[in-house]
């Protein structure tokens, strides 16, 4: 997101299943308009308030499961989307959402095994720096993809 802002810069923007709310923070920092952090997860959208209000960032945050509804994918003009597929119902009930969706899509992810193999067009890969407590390698190749 921050690497190249414009895609963004003053487009509405729904981060599904937001974990902590990196992805969302990033769009709100690239200069989208209105950005809603999405996650069923309690802790996590505490998260996302906190990590929202220490950098100075106004994020729109909400508890509702909007995977599957079509005000939500109807509303924004880009879905972002960070390593949601490491589960086959959710990986197949999302792709099944977004693939209805007017919204541009873009997917983060870090090789997970329910990534989808057609449809999607990778924009970017990086190296990711991470623990052996956390994945299986110290460095995991990951990238963002465009929904196609």
């Known amino acids: 997101m921050l690497d190249h802002p414009a895609i963004l810069r003053g487009r ?8 902590s709310g990196l992805v969302a923070l990033a769009a709100a920092k690239a200069g989208a308009a209105h950005v809603l952090a999405a996650d069923i997860d309690a802790f996590a959208r ?31 003009d880009m879905i972002l989307v960070g390593d ?3 589960e086959r119902p959710l990986a197949e009930r999302l792709m099944r959402w977004l693939r209805g969706s007017r919204a541009d899509s873009l997917l983060g992810d870090p090789g997970r095994a329910y990534f989808p193999k057609d449809g999607v067009e990778q924009c ?15 460095i995991r190749d990951t990238g963002v993809y465009r929904l196609s």
Not at 124 to 138: C, F, N, P
């Open 12 to 19: 509405r923007v729904l981060d599904i299943g937001a974990g």
């Open 46 to 76: 505490a998260a996302i308030a906190l990590n929202a209000e220490a950098n100075g960032l106004t994020i729109t945050v909400s508890g509702d499961d909007l995977i599957g509804t079509d005000s939500a994918r109807e509303d924004w």
């Open 84 to 86: 949601l597929f490491y």
């Open 124 to 138: 970017a890969a990086y190296q990711v720096r991470t623990t052996r407590d956390l994945e299986d390698r110290e």
